[in-house]
């Protein structure tokens, strides 16, 4: 999958695309159906298909307080490996910003989908709201299709026990502790993925050795001590982790994972 940033650089070198939009936060079941869907259309077109990822969120980029953000199940890293396993093209890293957010509807349309990815086809779930003031919607899409020659088509909700998958829910589960419900919206075991990094090595000096994975979130989607398996390469190893605040002996700063992993030794750094 080759990713951009600038949509006018894929018009220079493609002949159209067929694309979707969202923040694919968690790339759970929806996401999912909705990146088949476009796949399987791309391919009766022959042409490329492509994911547009909003990136930051932008309830992170309007908020002043992190703790007001709804919390990342996934980062823009793990969206783009997810997103490519579904055999999708390209993915466009939309930057949102306040030129982006003070953009029309209308302008959107023009500029990013027409003028810049020569959209062939638009497949987006049935709440997508877009543009400035989210003005933007599927009746206006369909109306702007017919205008510059695009087809504009609906995905369905995905529902499971009668509730809309969403990444809203999968945060909910998360928190309420369901993993199990978790991983059958999401189509897979949670995960957070982080580099190791110096700790204050506190674990060691009486016996349990942790190493501490930075997060690289403004906000965790659960806290507490959970039984897991860190992955390092291609091994699984049980472990002991624990997601929280220290605040005895980090003053500030958000929270921290730090993995005990049961019966390694070795260096972990780098």
Do not use: W
């Not at 080759?2 to 694309?19: E, K, L, R, W, Y």
């Not at 959107?108 to 997508?128: K, M, S, W």
């Not at 674990?203 to 965790?220: A, E, S, W, Y």
């Amino acid at each position: 999958m080759i990713v951009i940033d600038d949509p006018n650089t894929f018009s220079q070198h493609q002949p159209g695309c067929v694309a979707t939009i969202g923040k694919f936060d968690g790339v759970h079941l929806g996401h999912q159906l909705i990146l088949d869907q476009l796949k399987q259309k791309a391919e009766a077109l022959n042409l490329p298909a492509l994911a547009i990822v909003i990136e930051p969120h932008p309830e992170e980029f309007f908020t002043s307080d992190p703790s007001a953000c709804p919390a990342r199940l996934s980062l823009i890293d793990e969206k783009l490996a997810l997103i490519e396993s579904f055999g999708v093209d390209f993915a466009l890293v939309l930057r949102f910003d306040k030129q982006l957010s003070e953009l029309s509807a209308e302008a959107y349309i023009r500029d990013i989908l027409v003028n810049g990815l020569g959209i062939a086809a638009f497949i987006v779930g049935d709440d997508f709201k877009f543009g400035n003031k989210r003005k933007g919607d599927f009746a206006l899409l369909k109306r702007e299709g017919a205008k510059h020659g695009f087809e504009v088509l609906e995905s369905a909700a995905y529902e499971r026990n009668g509730q809309r998958i969403s990444s809203t829910y999968v945060r909910d589960c998360l928190e309420a502790g369901d993993f199990a419900l978790a991983e059958q919206l999401l189509g897979r075991k949670y995960t957070i993925k982080g580099e190791v990094i110096k700790g204050q090595q506190l674990g060691g000096k009486i016996g349990f050795p942790t190493c501490n994975i930075d997060p690289r979130r403004l906000k965790m989607p659960l806290l507490g001590v959970f039984a897991c398996y860190a992955r390092l390469d291609e091994v699984l190893l049980p472990a002991a982790v624990n997601i929280g605040f220290r605040p005895t002996v980090q003053a500030e700063g958000g929270a921290l994972l730090e993995a005990h992993l049961l019966d390694f030794r070795g260096d972990l750094y780098g």
